[in-house]
Nanobody, 114 residues
Framework: QVQLAESGGGLVQPGGSLTLSCVAD????????MNWFRQAPGKEREFVAR????????NYAESVKGRFTISGDKSKKTVYLQMDNLKPEDTGVYYC???????RGKGTLVTVSS
């Protein structure tokens, strides 16, 4: 059973930065792509970023392009989301998920507020 665990969320002021981590236990890194999603209060889940473990394909939502960076470390089975220049509209619960499967973590809360 694949298990995903996110960490790194918290409260940050607008313009600040956070780095989220997602450890994918029992996952073969080269087989899948990893996604980050987020869900703001009262809104539907939104795609944020995707990255294949090889790093050959990386996609971002338009709303985060130029501010967020997804990366990964195969040896640690960990995918990261570096978030810079955060805005209040980035507030939400951030989840990592294995592309094309039902495997996802429980999420970590990011709050951007002054």
């Amino acid at each position: 059973q694949v298990q995903l665990a996110e960490s790194g969320g918290g409260l940050v002021q607008p313009g600040g930065s956070l780095t989220l981590s997602c450890v994918a236990d029992r996952l073969t890194p080269t087989t899948y792509a990893m996604n980050w999603f987020r869900q703001a209060p009262g809104k539907e889940r939104e795609f944020v970023a995707r990255r294949y473990w090889s790093g050959t394909t990386i996609n971002y939502a338009e709303s985060v392009k130029g501010r967020f960076t997804i990366s990964g470390d195969k040896s640690k089975k960990t995918v990261y989301l570096q978030m810079d220049n955060l805005k209040p509209e980035d507030t939400g619960v951030y989840y990592c998920a294995v592309d094309g499967t039902a495997w996802r973590g429980k999420g970590t809360l990011v709050t951007v507020s002054s």
